[in-house]
């Protein structure tokens, strides 16, 4: 059974910082391609960021580079989401992604508020 469970998300003040986790189990994690997307409130799922299936390659959205930083690792099986300076724009719903040919994996989702 393909599970992507994502974790670390919450109440952050502007400028601060927070880590998310996303724990894939059920399918071969490594020769899958991993990204992040977010949902804001009454807008569409958009991409954040990237990583290739080896963690080779990284790509990001303008709105998150230098800010962002994507990573995975293999033998745990875990992709991470490293956020800092928040913004009030960066609270949404984030969303692990896995995609490998016609395969997209999803998970449920974790809230990130930013905000005083």
């Known amino acids: 059974q393909v599970q992507l469970v994502e974790s670390g998300g919450g109440l952050v003040q502007p400028g601060g910082s927070l880590r998310l986790s996303c724990a894939a189990s059920g399918f071969t994690f490594s020769i899958y391609a991993m990204s992040w997307y977010r949902q804001a409130p009454?807008?569409?799922r958009e991409l954040v960021a990237?990583?290739?299936s080896y963690g080779g390659s990284t790509n990001y959205a303008d709105s998150v580079k230098g800010r962002f930083t994507i990573s995975?690792?293999?033998t745990?099986?875990?992709?991470?989401?490293?956020?800092n300076s928040l913004k009030p724009e960066d609270t949404a719903v984030y969303y692990c992604n896995g995609h490998y040919?016609?395969?997209?994996y999803w998970g449920k989702g974790t809230l990130v508020t930013v905000s005083s």
């Open 42 to 44: 009454g807008k569409e």
């Open 76 to 83: 745990k099986n875990t992709v991470d989401l490293q956020m």
């Open 101 to 104: 040919g016609g395969n997209y």
């Open 72 to 74: 995975r690792d293999n």
């Open 50 to 52: 990237r990583i290739s």
